[in-house]
Every structure is written in C-alpha cells, then in structure tokens.
C-alpha cells in the first residue's frame, strides 16, 4: 500500500482464513483452514520488500492486518516480528499488530517489551452489538477487553489504535458514538474508522460521508480523536475483510473451541 508520505506498507497474514467469524469480514465468512508458520508470514513481508528494492523503494512499515487473527496464533506471529525486526531491519514502531479482543493475550503481548503497536477491531461499543457483529465478544465482553487494554497502556505507556468499521445505520449511530466516547473517555488512545467494504455475506452498507463526520463530531466532545480513512483495495476485492480465496474450509474451528485464550 503506497502512501503519499513515501510510507510503502505491507499488510500480511498470520492465519489460512479465520476462526473469528466476524460476520462482515469475508475472510471470516470463509471459516478456518490453518495457521500459517513463522516462515510463511515472513514470506509474504519479504516477497514485498523485494518488489519495492528492485523498482529502488524500501519496504517501511508492515500490518499483521491481513487474514487471520494473529494472537490466535501468537508464537508464529511472534516470531515473524521478531524476524521483520532483525532480518529486515524495519523498526518495531514501524509494525502494527492488530487483534479483534483476545484479551490474554493482551495482557502477553504487553508483558512482550516490544515498541510494536497494537490495534484492536472494536467495531461497537455496546456488548449487543459488538456480540452480534464479532462473536468473539461473547468470549471476552467488553469489560475484559478494556481492562486488557488499560493493562496493556500501564504496562507500555503506549496508545492503542482501535479500528472501527462504519456501518450505515449499525455502527454509525449517535448511540454507538456517545457509548464509544464513554467507553474510550480517558483512555490512551485513537480511533481509526473506515468506511465498511462491501462483501457478498453480509448485507451491511458504508456510512455516508456526513454520518460519518457526525459521529467523528460527537466523539470529539468525549475527547477522543478519530480519523476516518480512506477505503483501499476495493476494486481488486483486497480491502480490509475482502480478502478471497479457494481455500477449501477444513479443520473447522469456532472461537467458543480456542481453549486457553
Ligand atoms: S475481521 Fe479479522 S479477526 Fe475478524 S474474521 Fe476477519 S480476519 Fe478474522
């Protein structure tokens, strides 16, 4: 993804499909077939880098943001960030992880000593709708969450980035806007909002631009900051949760099975 700043970023995945079933997300409408190794997410990132040398750019910054919940396969994500880090010399502030709410490891990512960032899909902020759009909520409700998250700013100091897909008339209410601005009150944090990615499993639409700036408006006034981003991929089906593939569903697993998270 080039961006105008001369960023040239990577969005890899950590996972074959997802065990999450975020109902929005195609990827998550495709079940799971695998974790990937510590080797494969590394590829992908090294493939990238490779491209860009040979037309004279450097690989800058790299997304754990592709298919896949990278803390449902914490040890090979991991150690693939460890690599980025010291085999392709991109710098730990420059490597964003991102997570829907696995709030164990949370707290062990932030026991990790890594200037990693960290962005958690949040997407709602009340446990009705966040359940029904992310089913790992039922899991981890959004009081586990949040206490990961504040352990998570205590133990680092750092903010947490937390990404929020606008869904016309779901997540781009007044409602959601004031429960997020109360939820987020205080907290060391940024709200990265984009506009939904249409996909055939889910009837859900994009907020307008003025929905959207609206509930920007609100949460301003709880002091929270947001940025409204622009949507990337779309034409190609490679925007956030868009992702394809053939991948026959097998081995088959729900988030009420990942034991011990
Ligand atoms: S949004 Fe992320 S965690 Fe949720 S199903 Fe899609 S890939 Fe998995």
Known sequence: MPYDDDRRTACISTQAGCAMG??????????FARHLSSDEI???????????HAEGERLSNVVL?????????YDESMKAVRRLMDDLNIGARHITISTVGLAPQIRRFADEDLQVRLAISL?????????????????WNLDELMTACRYYIQKTGRRITFEWALINGKTDTSEQAH??????????????????????????NPSTPSNAQEFADILET??????????RG????????????????????????????
């Open 22 to 31: 975020c109902v929005f997300c195609a990827t998550g409408q495709m079940g």
């Open 42 to 52: 590394f590829e992908q990132a090294i493939r990238f880098a490779s491209l860009l």
């Open 65 to 73: 943001m592709g298919m896949g919940e990278p803390f449902h396969n």
């Open 123 to 139: 997407h709602a902020a009340t446990d009705a709708e966040r359940g029904a759009l992310l089913p790992i909520n039922k899991k």
């Open 179 to 204: 429960a997020l601005g109360n939820l987020l009150r205080g907290v060391m944090c940024h709200v990265n909002a984009i506009p939904l990615n249409p996909t055939a499993g889910y009837d859900g």
């Open 222 to 231: 709880y002091g929270v900051s947001m940025t409204i981003r622009v949507r």
């Open 234 to 261: 779309i034409d190609i089906d490679a925007g956030c949760g868009q992702l394809k593939s053939k991948v026959i569903k097998r081995n088959l697993i729900s988030v009420e099975s990942i034991a011990g998270e």
